[in-house]
């Protein structure tokens, strides 16, 4: 019997290796829809910035269910490390929430995430029993030491936040993966079908995408394509493909030639 492949995180389960992202939406019902098509199990919510507990307000929780959908609590809009630990501590409060999705960006206008504070942060918080997947630049090196203080996955970027650029340093993502045996998520900068697709089809456990298909014109039909793309980049990498060559090579038979 063919052995089912799942995303690791955290000792966690998750049969999709899309995780999307809740902001950015018209509205939560378009929001709500948009994840069930993805076929995603898991949601990035922005703490600073989503309703996750003012029953006067319109709640995330009652157009997705935490009990089906994991939630990903997110620092998005902390811009140093002390804002960062306070908004985890706080989903920490509200909700139990230990698996967490740390980033710390740099300054407003490239949303870059700035690494003193981040790998700062991370020590801090994997102390306090926090499961970290952190958003980090593409560098290798940083990578490593996200890992030696106890990251529980890497998540570089392929481009800036909402760029749609695509995975812009392929080398560095490769190195990052062959020295890492953590869930390596490409996060932020994906923009189409096959930027998805690349990524899986480099090794990378997973992809986070939330602008690409929020704001698409069809919302709906990008989340099914980013579904789709995903579990094909999957496929094709483990298929392991034909290696490359400069010259041409004949499909048929050279034996038997009439």
């Given at each position: ?27 939560m ?102 499961k ?32 749609g ?94």
């Amino acid at each position: 019997m063919k052995k089912k492949d799942f995303l690791k995180i955290d000792k966690k389960k998750f049969s999709s290796r899309l995780i999307v992202g809740t902001g950015k939406y018209k509205n939560m019902s378009e929001c709500a829809k948009a994840i069930k098509i993805s076929g995603a199990e898991i949601v990035t919510v922005a703490v600073r910035r989503v309703n996750i507990s003012d029953k006067n307000r319109p709640l995330l929780m009652d157009y997705i269910d935490p009990k089906k959908i994991t939630y990903l609590p997110n620092t998005a809009g902390c811009f140093n490390s002390d804002e960062a630990l306070r908004t985890l501590r706080l989903a920490r409060e509200i909700g139990g929430w230990k698996l967490v999705k740390l980033e710390v960006l740099g300054d407003k206008k490239s949303l870059l995430p700035d690494m003193i504070e981040t790998l700062k942060s991370t020590e801090v918080l994997t102390k306090e029993g926090f499961k970290v997947m952190v958003y980090c630049n593409d560098d290798p090196l940083m990578a490593k030491k996200l890992e030696d203080v106890g990251a529980c996955a890497i998540m570089p970027l392929a481009a800036p936040i909402g760029s749609g650029l695509g995975i812009q340093n392929k080398l560095n993502i490769k190195i990052i993966r062959r020295q890492t045996n953590l869930p390596l998520i490409i996060d932020a900068g994906l923009g189409s079908a096959s930027d998805a697709s690349i990524a899986m089809e480099m090794g990378c456990d997973g992809v986070l995408i939330n602008t690409a298909i929020a704001k698409a014109k069809k919302p709906y039909q990008m989340a099914e394509a980013m579904k789709l793309a995903v579990i094909a980049g999957r496929k094709s990498f483990l298929s392991g493909r034909i290696k490359k060559n400069i010259f041409g090579e004949a499909s048929s038979p050279k034996k038997g030639k009439i």
